[in-house]
């Protein structure tokens, strides 16, 4: 069976999972999961994920859920093109840089997050904005720093290629603009994103791009 990702257009994580698909020339079917209604807290949708998050993936043999599971499975499943370099070092760094953005900047400007920040503070309509932008802002700058020894040729962050790095950074700099993060101050970041974006199969997964973007 084709592979069925439930997932919502504006999806940081959605996005990572989309990219790689795209990525891997996988054929898939999309069925949009709507964030901003709350479907993802319905019964439906939270038999198939228990923890009422996108994305989840149907493949034959279940439901995967978190990101990070799910393109370590594709990785093993669909090996070429790789989005880890073959070196272990860089995997390592790779993967350190992915997790930086995965465990750390994401999680805590989730959309559940987000609502819980503007509920305890609610005579301020921009508090969550302000939490985003913030936490974005520290993540960053050691991103940017990471970002430095191991770029190669294109403007790629680890090795000559895209890889999950990439995969990770596009959708964290898509919620960082989203939430007025001065980008100016990461140079590297930026150039990374736009090595990415040049890549046909990433700028596909872009939101803007997606059936249920609105
Ligand atoms: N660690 C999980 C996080 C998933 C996650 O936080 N998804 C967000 C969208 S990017 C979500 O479903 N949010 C719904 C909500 O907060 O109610 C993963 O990587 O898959």
């Known amino acids: 069976m084709k592979p069925v ?12 999972v989309r990219a790689a698909l795209n990525y891997k020339g996988v054929d898939y079917d999309y069925e949009p999961v709507d964030l901003a209604g709350g479907a993802q807290s319905g019964e439906a949708y939270k038999r198939l994920n228990p923890q009422g998050l996108v994305p989840a993936l ?11 599971a ?44 987000l609502k819980a920040v503007k509920a305890m503070k609610d005579s301020d309509p921009d508090a969550g904005t302000e939490w985003a932008r913030h936490w974005i802002t520290v993540g960053f700058e050691a991103l940017e720093q990471m970002a430095e020894p191991d770029a190669g040729a294109g403007g790629f962050l680890f090795g000559t290629g895209p890889s999950l790095a990439e995969v990770y950074l596009m959708p964290q700099m898509f919620n960082a ?10 140079p590297k970041l930026v150039a990374a994103n736009a090595a990415a974006q040049s890549v046909p199969e990433f700028a596909a997964a872009h939101p803007s791009r997606q059936p249920d973007a609105r």
């Open 58 to 68: 149907k493949v034959d043999g279940g439901v995967l859920t978190q990101s990070p």
């Open 177 to 186: 603009e989203r939430f007025g993060v001065d980008l100016e101050r990461f």
């Open 70 to 113: 799910i393109l370590e499975w594709m990785e093993e499943t669909w090996p070429e093109p790789a989005l880890l370099p073959h070196e272990p070092i860089l995997r390592a760094r790779t993967r350190a840089f992915c997790a930086a953005i995965g465990c750390d900047i994401h999680p805590i400007q989730n959309l559940r997050i």
């Open 5 to 16: 990702l439930y997932g919502y257009f504006r999806s940081g994580t959605t996005y990572r």
